[in-house]
């Protein structure tokens, strides 16, 4: 799949995006390591503090499918330049995908800017941090 081909999913998931109280819809698309395509929205709630991200919705269900790897995702909201995840999902992100792997951030116009993880988090807070080996 194309850069351009994985943002066009994540504009289809945009479409999906249930925002009633922020009005920003935000898509996402995350590329298995057998390379299926899981799509993602944000999805709001009425208690804000349990929102979910496009990112973490698509990472969270290419996890509960078995792929724990993500090879790239895809981001793309309605913004002056593309779109920058937040700190939380950088944070799921780190967990899901290699350091060096890709993140396409694109906008509405279609601009796009490609990052890795590393970038996003640089020190990510990591399992191997507290846990033996
Ligand atoms: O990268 C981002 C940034 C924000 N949001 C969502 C969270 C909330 O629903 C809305 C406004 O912050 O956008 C995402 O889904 N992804
Ligand atoms: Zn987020």
Redesign the pocket.
């Known amino acids: 799949m194309t850069e351009k081909e994985l943002l066009k999913a994540a504009v289809d998931a945009r479409n999906q995006?249930y925002?009633p109280?922020?009005n920003?819809?935000?898509g996402?698309a995350a590329v298995s390591g057998t390379n299926d395509v899981f799509t993602g929205?944000?999805?709001?709630n009425a208690s804000y503090g349990l929102?979910?991200?496009?990112?973490?919705?698509a990472i969270f269900k290419a996890v509960s499918e078995g792929n724990q790897n993500v090879q790239t995702l895809a981001?793309v909201?309605d913004t002056d330049d593309p779109?920058?995840?937040?700190g939380a999902?950088r944070q799921v992100l780190s967990e899901f995908l290699a350091p060096s792997a890709k993140v396409i951030l694109g906008n509405m116009k279609g601009d796009m800017k490609i990052v890795t993880v590393h970038e996003l988090l640089p020190g990510a807070f990591q399992a191997e941090d507290f846990q033996d080996e």
Not at 83 to 86: I, L
């Open positions: 995006a925002v109280y922020s920003f819809p935000v996402a929205c944000n999805i709001e929102s979910n991200c496009a990112e973490r919705t981001v909201a779109v920058s995840p937040c999902c």
